[in-house]
């Protein structure tokens, strides 16, 4: 046999050449913890489909977010869950209602060491469960809920959120937001889009999460992109981009690696993915019948997102990698 002189083997045969060598490394200020707080409970609930995941109290959430801390997680994503839900949503934009109560105490307790990034969408809140206003055929109507979505920038930039990242896929939600956020003086609070959201099947346990049933056993499609595109989600971040968005997201992440991989190439913007909930509880799942090992495909599973591109990914396996790679 004629080898090149050149073998490939020769930089993997030691963790610490293989360390040296690396193209892409993971690290805990990469990454972004989502976390439920619902109103009205005394003790955390676990959350069935998501094994490890709770619904928080106020309480229970400054402790989550105090240890995440600790473990250097200094990023976290907060979805709130009202006792009570109605037509419009109103709790979503309520000074006292749960989320901007609980971004409040997190402020308090951790001031500008922690990112503080508010979800900001209706769908937690309305009795419908779709992510806006809807019209007298049952449409969401895209100007009514912009509306909306700039009432609660302001609530939850007023109660101290660093970020807002829309979420619903309503079209010109960035610059509604942008330009409220702007005249009331929050020009400091940054906007984290969802501009290449889809209509995927995989949010399943979030819904149970959040206690999202939409109405007549509806669907997201005419929101949400669909699943067979790519070009068109370039189009979604540019929109994003040129209305003001500071940082722009792709979700879910691993069906999407090729749309991360382009908007890597195509945008200088700060880029994030979505590692959603049905993604980890797939993963929970195989590795609680011992299929597989937990923590590895974790660990490999997000690398591969960071990899084709995201520099940070929200992941329900936050607290599990940091601790993973405390130990490193
Ligand atoms: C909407 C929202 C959803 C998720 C984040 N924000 C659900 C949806 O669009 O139906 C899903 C996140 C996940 O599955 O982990 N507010």
């Avoid at 969408?121 to 100007?143: K, Q, R, S, W």
């Amino acid at each position: 046999m004629n080898f090149p002189r050149r073998r490939l083997r020769r930089l993997r045969r030691t963790a610490a050449l293989r360390n040296l060598v690396a193209e892409s490394r993971l690290h805990p200020s990469d990454l972004i913890a989502p976390l439920f707080v619902r109103e009205g409970m005394d003790e955390p609930r676990p959350i069935s489909s998501m094994p490890g995941q709770f619904q928080h109290t106020r309480q229970s959430l400054r402790q989550e977010v105090a240890e995440l801390h600790q473990l250097g997680i200094a990023n976290v994503i907060l979805f709130g869950i009202p006792e009570h839900k109605d037509v419009s949503g109103s709790q979503a934009w309520n000074p006292k209602g749960i989320l901007q109560t609980a971004l409040a105490d997190l402020k308090t307790d951790l001031g500008d060491e922690i990112v503080l990034i508010a979800d900001l969408c209706m769908d937690e809140y309305t009795d419908h469960g779709h992510c806006g206003v809807l019209d007298t055929h049952g449409n969401v109507d895209n100007d009514e809920t912009l509306k909306n979505y700039a009432r609660i920038a302001e609530a939850q930039a007023a109660a101290g959120a660093d970020v807002v990242a829309p979420s619903g896929m309503m079209d010109g939600q960035v610059d509604a937001i942008r330009s409220t956020l702007d005249t009331s003086g929050f020009y400091q609070t940054a906007i984290l889009a969802y501009s290449a959201k889809y209509a995927t099947s995989l949010y399943g346990p979030f819904r149970d999460a959040v206690e999202v049933a939409i109405a007549g056993g509806g669907n997201r499609r005419a929101y949400q992109q669909d699943t067979s595109n790519a070009r068109e989600a370039m189009e979604e971040i540019r929109f994003d981009l040129d209305e003001g968005a500071d940082m722009v997201m792709v979700k879910p992440a691993l069906p999407y690696l090729d749309v991360i991989s382009k908007a890597r190439r195509t945008f200088d913007a700060p880029l994030a993915a979505y590692h959603v909930s049905g993604e980890y509880s797939m993963v929970c799942a195989a590795a609680e019948r011992g299929w597989l090992d937990l923590d590895s495909v974790a660990y490999e599973h997000i690398s591969a997102v960071r990899r084709a591109g995201a520099d940070m990914i929200i992941t329900y396996f936050a607290r599990r990698l940091a601790t993973i790679m405390s130990s490193q």
